[in-house]
């Protein structure tokens, strides 16, 4: 484990020599200040409306529908770092002659891939995290909404974006870094149109869109995380208020048993385990 922290220390240094963290920095800046802008706004509106009175529903609408939206965009950035920081990981650094002092003994493929998860976790997951909890602080101040929970968003996104990083170790270990790139920007949107066939299905009330989307949901468990974390925003929130912002932007909030954790954890370690399987298998 030390080695693995050992790699995990230089890929993280190596990301910081690539400005790859400042980048994201400035993007997220940009984010959140054009989402306090959004939210201070959409606030006023509504008091202006109300005449200073506004009415819990609308608030309550308001100010989900904001946070939902960030923690859209907080999965989308995190998604986009942890493809950055792992889509060439094995055959990226294979090809440019990198790999091939490092997986000797002691250290070996097993360890450098677990390396380089725990790295790209390590930035990730408190990324979201922090975002995610930077809008919600942003939309109190703006019109004094408070969620729901702050932990099952919060932990939702955290978990959800790991599973990014395994899936994206994975592609590294069997396609080059282009392709690897564009694979994992397909998952991610198969896991949006999940999260969109259920919306379709539940409004239709048609039976198959809604197994289709739980069955694909599951498969690629950051959209089941995703969808839990939306229904906690405003799980106490009822009336029409309630139905609307239930909705989601892409992607309708579902309120997932508690075996999406330990699935998502498993799921996992299960696609790590087959890219250190396969990253073993490769001649470099």
């Known amino acids: ?12 240094r ?33 008091e202006s409306s109300s005449f200073g009175d506004v009415p819990l529903d609308e608030r309550a609408l308001a100010g ?6 960030a923690m859209f965009v907080a999965l989308f950035l995190g998604v986009v770092l942890a493809i950055f ?27 450098l891939l677990v390396g380089r998860l725990l790295a790209a976790s390590a ?26 929970s702050l932990v099952v968003p919060a932990a939702g996104l955290a978990l959800g974006v790991v599973t990014i990083v395994a899936v994206s170790l994975l592609g590294s270990a069997v396609l080059g870094t282009t392709a690897n790139g564009i694979a994992i920007f397909m998952v991610f949107a198969t896991g949006l149109a999940a999260g969109l066939l259920g919306q379709i299905g539940e409004g239709l009330d048609v039976e198959g ?60 370690a299960a696609v790590t385990t087959l890219a250190a399987w396969l990253f073993r298998r490769r001649d470099l």
């Open 209 to 268: 869109l809604m197994t289709a989307s739980t069955i694909i949901s599951w498969a690629v468990p950051f959209e089941a995380l995703y969808q839990n974390g939306l229904h906690a925003l405003t799980a106490d929130v009822g009336g029409t208020a309630g139905v609307i912002v239930q909705l989601g932007p892409f992607g309708g909030a579902a309120d997932m048993s508690a075996g999406i954790w330990p699935w998502a954890v498993a799921w996992t």
């Open 1 to 12: 484990m030390s080695d693995a922290i050992t790699i995990a220390g230089h890929a993280l």
């Open 14 to 46: 190596e990301a910081v020599r690539r400005r790859v963290l400042l980048v994201v920095a400035l993007v997220t800046t940009v984010f959140l200040a054009l989402y306090a802008l959004a939210a201070f706004e959409v606030f006023d509106s509504l």
């Open 123 to 148: 930035v990730c997951a408190p990324y979201v995290v922090i975002v995610f909890l930077t809008a919600a602080l942003i939309t109190n101040l703006a019109g004094g909404f408070t969620p729901s």
């Open 64 to 69: 989900g529908t904001l946070l939902g939206l």
């Open 85 to 111: 920081l792992t889509l060439g990981a094995v055959r990226g650094d294979a090809d440019r002659g990198l790999l091939q002092p490092l997986v000797v003994r002691p250290v070996g493929r097993t360890t």
